[in-house]
């Protein structure tokens, strides 16, 4: 819909605005980045996330239509608040006003927001009222996630660029998940490179070869590891999200003796796949191990749950980390990196740093700062 016809020097400071809309919360973000894109360096001005997490708390789970709803709702504040905070908002005078409204553009302003009623409204408002703020280019989360909520950010991102006259690019959330290792300062990644991404959505191992050479070498068959920690806190009573409230569990009651039930089974989970030749993985066995000893209890005490949390974690962290120096072992990489929403887990991020060094001492490790585990626009604004 939108061609850009110039070109950005990337090795001049550039200001890019991202928006990130894939599932339940909205972002936007502004970054400043430079030094080109062999070794990127980010100053983020501003990383506004809006969660809607206790919305979908009521439901147990994310509802698509719900979630696009309130996208719609919160884009424009949290885009009010991003550009405040990065000193670009500056507000218009009333002339200034009148002829942006007059503008044609605002035709096919119409037709790119008409599935976005309550969006356009406050677009309509907001935007002209304020000046063009001094970006070189808006990157938007394109997929992967949920269909209604990404079109809601796609469609807000493609009406600021036309109107602002920026050029859009459209970014792969994974990728996001991948750079958002680089919003530390001073990390650089070496290639090849190793990527285990862990989210609600996705569980992948991803060979990188150099910057935007990406080839999924392992993903799961199933469920996601982030969809078996929410479908597992569930079975338990655990309140959505479910992997930081198992995770905190888990941990909590690391005193609690080793559960010997009444039934001869032990609290003892199976590793699915951890010994077979690929690199994919599969959860759902493992959300069905402890839904039939849940189903055997005579009674689901607090003991017994720490002791579930506890086994399904080291469950789900063994099989990851097997299958992550697996493909370290066969590919050789310089660098691996973890990503996604479950890379916020303490004992996951101990135990790959435990293990790689262990036996692969050369090989750095880079772990995002847990700010950046979950979904934000400032991984976007980097990919971009
Ligand atoms: O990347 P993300 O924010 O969203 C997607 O792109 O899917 O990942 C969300 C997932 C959820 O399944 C959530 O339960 C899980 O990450 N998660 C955790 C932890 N924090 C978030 N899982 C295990 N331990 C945690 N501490
Ligand atoms: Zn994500």
New binding site residues.
């Given amino acids: 819909l939108i061609k850009f016809k110039g070109k950005i020097n990337l090795m001049k400071k550039i200001k890019i605005l991202a928006i990130e809309t894939?599932?339940d919360?909205t972002g936007a973000a502004i970054l400043e980045g430079k030094s080109g894109s062999k070794n990127p360096r980010f100053k983020i001005l501003a990383n506004v996330v809006s969660s809607q997490i206790k919305i979908h708390a009521l439901w147990g789970g994310v509802v698509p239509s719900l979630a696009k709803r309130e996208h719609q709702a919160n884009l424009i504040p949290v885009l009010k608040k991003t550009l405040k905070e990065s000193n670009l908002l500056i507000f218009n005078s009333e002339f200034l006003i009148f002829k942006q409204i007059q503008s044609s553009k605002f035709k096919i302003l119409n037709s790119i927001l008409e599935r976005e009623p309550e969006l356009l409204k406050q677009f309509l408002k907001f935007i002209p009222a304020i000046a063009v703020p001094k970006i070189d280019a808006i990157a938007v989360t394109s997929g992967p996630?949920l269909e209604p909520a990404l079109w809601t950010g796609v469609n807000f991102a493609k009406a600021l660029a036309l109107i602002w006259k920026k050029p859009l690019i459209a970014v792969n959330?994974m990728e996001g998940?991948i750079v958002s290792v680089l919003l530390k300062q001073n990390k650089i990644i070496k290639f090849p490179a190793i990527a285990l991404l862990?989210?609600?959505?996705?569980t992948e191992l991803v060979l990188i070869k150099n910057w935007l050479n990406y080839r999924i070498i392992g993903q799961t068959l199933d469920d996601?590891?982030?969809?078996a920690?929410?479908k597992v806190?569930r079975l338990l009573g655990l309140p959505y999200?479910?992997?930081?409230a198992?995770?905190k569990l888990a941990v909590k009651n690391k005193k609690v003796p080793d559960f010997k039930p009444r039934t001869p089974s032990a609290v003892r989970f199976p590793r699915p796949m951890i010994n077979s030749r690929d690199f994919d993985f599969s959860f759902s066995g493992l959300k069905t191990a402890v839904l039939y000893l849940v189903r055997k209890l005579p009674e689901l005490t607090p003991e017994i749950k720490a002791q579930i949390c506890r086994e399904f974690?080291q469950a789900v962290i063994d099989v990851l980390i097997a299958k992550t120096l697996k493909a370290v072992q066969k590919y050789k990489p310089k660098t691996v990196i973890l990503g996604?929403?479950?890379a916020?887990?303490?004992e996951?991020r101990k135990q790959i740093k435990k293990e790689l060094s262990k036996k692969f001492s050369k090989i750095s490790l880079l772990l995002p700062e847990i700010k950046f585990?979950?979904?934000n626009a400032a991984m976007i604004a980097a990919a971009g």
């Fill in positions: 894939s599932c919360e996630g959330h998940h862990v989210s609600g959505g996705h996601a590891a982030g969809e920690f929410d806190a999200p479910g992997g930081p198992l995770a974690q996604g929403g479950v916020a887990n303490q996951l585990t979950g979904d």
